[in-house]
C-alpha cells in the first residue's frame, strides 16, 4: 500500500540532525574519516513500514553518497526479526545519523501500524476512520501521512484548511445557525462542520446546514438514531472514546466517518535496530 509522501522539508530535517548533533559527534571522532560502513535495520516486532523518505534525507543531509537498499516497499507488513533496509556509507555519517533517522521510521511507523488495526477493524462497512490535530509538535503532516500509509484518512490538516464549528465558538457567535451562515459567508467553498452533543443541536445543525455533523460522545443507540434523523442530509461523524473494541460497532450504525485521536496521539514506536554489519 505505497503512498506518496508530502514533500520534505529539509529545515525540518536539519533541525532534527542539530537536536542531537549539536557542535558536533565527539563519539564518532574515534572512528577514523575516511571508513566507509554497511548496516542494517532490524525490526524487533510486526509492523507496517512508514517512513522511509524521512530515514534516507537524515543520512544523506550528513553524506550525500549514502546508499539506503530497501528490503521492504513503504506500507508493507513487515514481520518480527525481519530486516528491513540495508545503508552504506561513511561510517560517521552513518553512526552520527543513526538515533534521528531511526526515531523518524519507528514512529512514523508506529503511526501507520495503529492506522493499519484501525482500517482493518472497521473493514467492510464503508467507514473512513480519520485522524485529528493531536499530533506531535513538528511531525503533523508526516503523522497524517503515516496514518493514510496504514489504511485509515486524514481529518482537516490544521486551522486554516476545514471549519469545525464546537461548543466554544457556538457560545460565542451566539447560535449554531448564526455560526454556520457566518462561516459560509466568510469562507465559501470550505468544508463546515459542527460539532453536536444532543438531539436538539443535532436538529440546528442540519437546519443551518451543515456539511458535515460531528457526534460528539453519543451512546450506540443514540448513534443508530442519529443517523435516521439527519437521512443524509449532512455527513455524520463520531467522536470521542473510541477504541479497537468499539470501533466495530460505531461503525455499523451507519455513520460516514470515526475520528479516533489515538491514530496519533497514543503512540508507541516501533522496537527497531540499526547494526554494523561491515566496517572497511
Known amino acids: 500500500m505505497s503512498q506518496t509522501p508530502v514533500e520534505l522539508n529539509l529545515d525540518d530535517i536539519d533541525r532534527y540532525i542539530a537536536e542531537d548533533l549539536g557542535s558536533g559527534d565527539l563519539t564518532a571522532d574515534v572512528v577514523p574519516a575516511s571508513v566507509s560502513a554497511r548496516a ?101 503532516l508526516a503523522q497524517k501521512y503515516a496514518v493514510r500509509c496504514g489504511g485509515c484518512h486524514n481529518h482537516r490538516a490544521g486551522l486554516y484548511d476545514a471549519v469545525l464549528i464546537k461548543e466554544n465558538h457556538i457560545a460565542a457567535a451566539g447560535s449554531i445557525g448564526e455560526a454556520v451562515a457566518t462561516a459560509r459567508r466568510l469562507h465559501p467553498g470550505v468544508l463546515v462542520e459542527v460539532e453536536v452533543e444532543n438531539f436538539p443541536e443535532l436538529e440546528q445543525a442540519l437546519a443551518a446546514g451543515a456539511d458535515r455533523i460531528m457526534l460528539d460522545d453519543f451512546e450506540r443507540d443514540a448513534l443508530s438514531k442519529a443517523v435516521a434523523v439527519a437521512a443524509g442530509r449532512a455527513e455524520l461523524e463520531v467522536s470521542g472514546s473510541i477504541d479497537l473494541d468499539s470501533i466495530r460497532a460505531v461503525a455499523e450504525t451507519g455513520v460516514d466517518f470515526i475520528s479516533v485521536g489515538g491514530l496519533t496521539k497514543h503512540l508507541r514506536a516501533i522496537d527497531l535496530s540499526m547494526r554494523i554489519a561491515l566496517l572497511g
Not at 81 to 109: H, I, K, P, Y
Not at 123 to 128: D, E, I, L, N
Open 40 to 140: 542494517e535495520v532490524v525490526t524487533r516486532e510486526s509492523m507496517v513500514l512508514c517512513g522511509q523518505a524521512w530515514f534516507e534525507a537524515v543520512f544523506r543531509r550528513l553524506d550525500p553518497a549514502v546508499r539506503v537498499i530497501w528490503l521492504a516497499e513503504e506500507g508493507a507488513e513487515v514481520s518480527a526479526a525481519d530486516r528491513v533496509c540495508e545503508v552504506e556509507g561513511n561510517a560517521r555519517a552513518l553512526l552520527s545519523g543513526e538515533r534521528t533517522a531511526l526515531n523518524l521510521l519507528q514512529t512514523l511507523s508506529g503511526t501507520a501500524t495503529i492506522a493499519r488495526r484501525y482500517a482493518q477493524a472497521v473493514a467492510g462497512t464503508g467507514v473512513k476512520v480519520l485522524d485529528t490535530r493531536k499530533t506531535l509538535p513538528g511531525l503533523r
